[in-house]
């Protein structure tokens, strides 16, 4: 399998990967939040949930 850090995959991204970095988890959130609002005002809020079952099997559904 091939494993990847965040800093890895923040690598090759036009983001140079600082937000790794931040150590208060409420702060960083409230930047892709204000981030989500300002690219998306309709629907700044929604998000992918996603879970799997005992077999594994994937389920992803989106919650507003």
Not at 32 to 38: M, T
Request: proline share 8%.
């Amino acid at each position: 399998p091939c494993v990847h850090t965040a800093s890895q995959a923040a690598a090759g991204s036009p983001d140079d990967g600082a937000w790794f970095a931040k150590t208060d988890p409420f702060a960083l959130f409230g930047e892709w939040l204000e981030d989500a609002k300002a690219k998306e005002p309709n629907d700044a809020n929604a998000m992918a949930l996603a879970t799997a079952d005992a077999h594994g099997a994937p389920d992803v559904r989106m919650v507003c």
